[in-house]
T-cell receptor, first 114, second 113 residues
Framework: AQTVTQSQPEMSVQEAETVTLSCTYDTSENNYYLFWYKQPPSRQMILVIRQEAYKQQNATENRFSVNFQKAAKSFSLKISDSQLGDTAMYFCAFITNTGNQFYFGTGTSLTVIP | KAGVTQTPRYLIKTRGQQVTLSCSPISGHRSVSWYQQTPGQGLQFLFEYFSETQRNKGNFPGRFSGRQFSNSRSEMNVSTLELGDSALYLC????????????FGPGTRLLVL
């Protein structure tokens, strides 16, 4: 079964601080991509960062970076220098080459406190 | 490029009615996927269309159907609405390859009374 687990339903962080959102997943496939999406209160789902499973190097996108541990099937998101605009629901997801559909976690609601 | 658009943004229907939602993908994108988002079930995959053909399907009853037109625009239809169909319906488009990033629309909020 393909599953994604986000064990932190809610988190908060002070503005300018760093926060890490955790995600674990399960798949028997070897070829897959991992994603973090952000859904602000306006509801538009926005891509934050993506990681190719075959790449050992962790993806980085400005203040956002991931810690990808393939053997442990872990894919955490680190947000540095948190900003008020980072307040949103964050979804971890993956897609495999055997089915063109996302498997989503249940999301982590992040609040950045001024 | 314009993003993914969905119409209507909000919809209120009553049980037993049917509804059609529309999704216009990013220009050049040939794949459109549909997802249902509810507080209890999270994001669940409905189906994916590529070049007017349903390429993948989730575990939803036959009341949920879709189609894609030659211009890649897609529609989703739900017949005999149930209260549990109340949800945010998101569509996402991508160029077509499974490994390519999907870009989401703003969603259609459906309320079934």
């Amino acid at each position: 079964a393909q599953t994604v687990t986000q064990s932190q339903p809610e988190m908060s962080v002070q503005e300018a601080e760093t926060v890490t959102l955790s995600c674990t997943y399960d798949t028997s496939e070897n070829n897959y991509y991992l994603f973090w999406y952000k859904q602000p209160p306006s509801r538009q789902m926005i891509l934050v960062i993506r990681q190719e499973a075959y790449k050992q190097q962790n993806a980085t996108e400005n203040r956002f970076s991931v810690n990808f541990q393939k053997a442990a099937k872990s894919f955490s998101l680190k947000i540095s220098d948190s900003q008020l605009g980072d307040t949103a629901m964050y979804f971890c997801a993956f897609i495999t080459n055997t089915g063109n559909q996302f498997y989503f976690g249940t999301g982590t609601s992040l609040t950045v406190i001024p | 490029k314009a993003g993914v658009t969905q119409t209507p943004r909000y919809l209120i229907k009553t049980r037993g009615q049917q509804v059609t939602l529309s999704c216009s993908p990013i220009s050049g994108h040939r794949s459109v996927s549909w997802y249902q988002q509810t507080p209890g079930q999270g994001l669940q995959f409905l189906f994916e269309y590529f070049s007017e053909t349903q390429r993948n399907k989730g575990n939803f009853p036959g009341r949920f159907s879709g189609r894609q037109f030659s211009n890649s625009r897609s529609e989703m239809n739900v017949s005999t609405l149930e209260l549990g169909d109340s949800a945010l319906y998101l569509c996402a488009s991508s160029p077509g390859g499974w490994e390519e990033t999907q870009y989401f629309g703003p969603g259609t909020r459906l309320l079934v009374l």
